[in-house]
């Protein structure tokens, strides 16, 4: 049967279609079979979503690393091995570093 919503409220008119007004054991296998793989969607979709947070998570944690490394890196060889002081334009790096860190990090997760 087919529904039909009227004005946006709750109210639901429901009429009978003349292809599904057979009565048998054909259309109770047809009816059985369309639950059936509407209930394995529904389990599929929710395993999908699931999945979906885990990489949005290894995603995350891939991206902040990422940019943990590159500042870290960057520090030990400039003050470190270097022995350079602090510049401004050294803020263009770190900015540039986080922007690497959002691109992985946009990249990573699913949409």
């Known amino acids: 049967s087919s529904h039909h919503m009227e004005d946006g409220g709750n109210n639901m008119a429901s009429k009978q279609e003349a292809m599904d007004a057979s009565v048998g054991p054909t259309s109770d296998a047809a ?8 209930k ?9 979503t699931k999945l ?3 990489i949005g998570y290894a995603g995350s944690a891939v991206a902040i690393l990422t ?7 960057f520090c030990i060889k400039t003050f470190i091995y270097q022995h350079e ?10 900015v540039k570093f986080f922007i690497i ?7 990573a997760v699913p949409a």
Do not use: C, D
Request: hydrophobic share 45%; charged share 20%.
């Open 40 to 48: 394995n969607k529904s389990v599929l979709r929710a395993k999908l």
């Open 85 to 94: 002081t602090w510049k401004n334009e050294y803020f263009n790096n770190f």
């Open 52 to 54: 979906a947070i885990q």
């Open 67 to 73: 940019v943990i490394i590159l500042i870290t890196t």
């Open 101 to 107: 860190g959002i691109t992985v990090l946009v990249v």
């Open 31 to 38: 009816v059985e079979e369309k639950r059936s793989s509407h």
